[in-house]
């Protein structure tokens, strides 16, 4: 190749750069990226590595304005995701958090928690027609869920083992979180 030839690749590069730096594409480019990465299975761990939930006490509130006690769910199995209408990871996960919720929300306890303003949440769960609950914090979290990156997204059996702990995003209506699930609700 010559000094004086551009190559497609340098022309897709320079586009895609120039596309990051725009405020208007940047998000939709970083939720196309995580989407790709949220194709993968979260990892499920072994029962030897399990970990147990510090404390259920944990007060949340609906976006109805609801109260809601974290103890409530204590004895159940629970699928809580810490996550933000702002984080381009979050957005890419929610479809499969919904998948999953649509099949599972009966039969287990879905806890899906954001610190943002309820007004802001509503907007965005009616935009995306999520139809899962929502809560926001009242009081500050158990250590086992102050944490500090989001998307964070636990599964926890019905003696507060720690089944599933996973950062970043992820395809929740995988086969393997449905195949844990199956098997977890047998128990």
Same mark, same amino acid.
């Given at each position: 190749?010559?000094?004086?030839?551009?190559?497609?690749?340098?022309?897709?590069?320079?586009?895609?750069?120039?596309?990051?730096?725009?405020?208007?594409?940047?998000?939709?480019?970083?939720?196309?990226?995580?989407?790709?990465?949220a194709k993968l299975s979260p990892s499920v761990e072994k029962n030897e590595d399990y970990k147990q939930v510090s404390s259920y006490n944990w007060q949340l509130q609906?976006?109805?304005?609801?109260?809601?006690?974290?103890?409530?769910?204590?004895?159940?199995?629970?699928?809580?995701?810490?996550?933000?209408?702002?984080?381009?990871?979050?957005?890419?996960?929610?479809?499969?958090?919904?998948?999953?919720?649509?099949?599972?929300?009966?039969?287990? /306890?879905?806890?899906?928690?954001?610190?943002?303003?309820? /007004?802001?949440?509503?907007?965005?769960?009616?935009?995306?027609?999520?139809?899962?609950?929502?809560?926001?914090?009242?009081?500050?979290?158990?250590?086992?869920?102050?944490?500090?990156?989001i998307p964070r997204t636990f599964l926890i059996d019905s003696e507060g083992n720690i089944i599933i702990d996973e950062s970043g995003a992820a395809n929740w209506n995988?086969?393997?979180?449905?195949?844990?699930?199956?098997?977890?609700?047998?128990?």
């Amino acid at each position: 190749m010559g000094k004086g030839k551009i190559s497609i690749k340098n022309v897709i590069f320079i586009v895609i750069i120039a596309l990051m730096v725009i405020p208007q594409t940047r998000q939709q480019i970083q939720i196309a990226l995580h989407t790709v990465i949220a194709k993968l299975s979260p990892s499920v761990e072994k029962n030897e590595d399990y970990k147990q939930v510090s404390s259920y006490n944990w007060q949340l509130q609906d976006l109805e304005s609801n109260s809601f006690q974290l103890n409530k769910t204590k004895g159940k199995i629970i699928f809580l995701n810490m996550w933000a209408t702002w984080c381009p990871p979050c957005i890419a996960e929610m479809p499969s958090i919904q998948e999953l919720y649509n099949d599972y929300g009966d039969k287990i /306890e879905f806890v899906i928690v954001s610190n943002e303003k309820q /007004e802001v949440i509503k907007k965005f769960l009616e935009k995306k027609n999520y139809n899962f609950k929502t809560y926001t914090p009242l009081s500050r979290a158990p250590e086992t869920f102050n944490v500090s990156s989001i998307p964070r997204t636990f599964l926890i059996d019905s003696e507060g083992n720690i089944i599933i702990d996973e950062s970043g995003a992820a395809n929740w209506n995988s086969e393997t979180v449905r195949k844990t699930i199956d098997e977890l609700l047998k128990l």
